[in-house]
T-cell receptor, first 116, second 114 residues
Framework: AQKVTQAQTEISVVEKEDVTLDCVYE???????LFWYKQPPSGELVFLIR??????QNEISGRYSWNFQKSTSSFNFTITASQVVDSAVYFC?????????????FGQGTTLQVKP | ETGVTQSPTHLIKTRGQQVTLRCSSQ?????VSWYQQALGQGPQFIFQ???????GRGNFPPRFSGLQFPNYSSELNVNALELDDSALYLC?????????????FGPGTRLTVL
């Protein structure tokens, strides 16, 4: 069975601090994809990144960076120099498997509050 | 390029009633997936439609049903509403029905069942 665990329910930081959101996944598939989405109060999920299981290279996009480690089944997300606008719920998600429908398995989400 | 749109934004129903939620996929997308997001939880996959056919279903009872039209817009129908059906219903579209393709989400419909 596939599963995504985001152990941190809520994180609160002060602006300009760095923060890391943890994501651990379970799957028996050899080919799979990992995603991070941001959900602001408006409710719409905003795509941040996609990673496939064969590419463990870390990625940086501006203040955002992602660390993918297959050995520990983790796909962690770091925001450097956080800003108030980063306040949102962040979801890690997994897709893949023999059905290959694109069904996303989401974690419970981590609520990030960035205080001024 | 028009994004994913959903209607209505909010809806209030009573137990036992039926509801229809609508989703217009992003231009050029042929796949629509529906998710249920209860308060404080991550979205749960309900089902997916690809080229007007159901293409995968999550752990939801048959009273959750759907349709996809030739223009690839979609409807989610829920019969015999229960209190636990209160949630944000999210629609996502993608260019193909594969695990690789990025899904673009709409703003959701918030359903309250009294």
């Amino acid at each position: 069975a596939q599963k995504v665990t985001q152990a941190q329910t809520e994180i609160s930081v002060v602006e300009k601090e760095d923060v890391t959101l943890d994501c651990v996944y379970e799957t028996r598939d050899t080919t799979y994809y990992l995603f991070w989405y941001k959900q602001p109060p408006s409710g719409e999920l905003v795509f941040l990144i996609r990673r496939n299981s064969f590419d463990e290279q870390n990625e940086i996009s501006g203040r955002y960076s992602w660390n993918f480690q297959k050995s520990t089944s983790s796909f962690n997300f770091t925001i450097t120099a956080s800003q108030v606008v980063d306040s949102a719920v962040y979801f890690c998600a997994l897709s893949g498997g023999s059905s290959n429908t694109g069904k996303l398995i989401f974690g419970q989400g981590t609520t990030l509050q960035v205080k001024p | 390029e028009t994004g994913v749109t959903q209607s209505p934004t909010h809806l209030i129903k009573t137990r036992g009633q039926q509801v229809t939620l609508r989703c217009s996929s992003q231009s050029g997308h042929n796949t629509v997936s529906w998710y249920q997001q209860a308060l404080g939880q991550g979205p749960q996959f309900i089902f997916q439609y690809y080229r007007e056919e159901e293409n995968g279903r999550g752990n939801f009872p048959p009273r959750f049903s759907g349709l996809q039209f030739p223009n690839y817009s979609s409807e989610l129908n829920v019969n015999a509403l229960e209190l636990d059906d209160s949630a944000l219903y999210l629609c996502a579209s993608s260019s193909e029905a594969t695990a690789y393709n990025e899904q673009f989400f709409g703003p959701g419909t918030r359903l309250t069942v009294l």
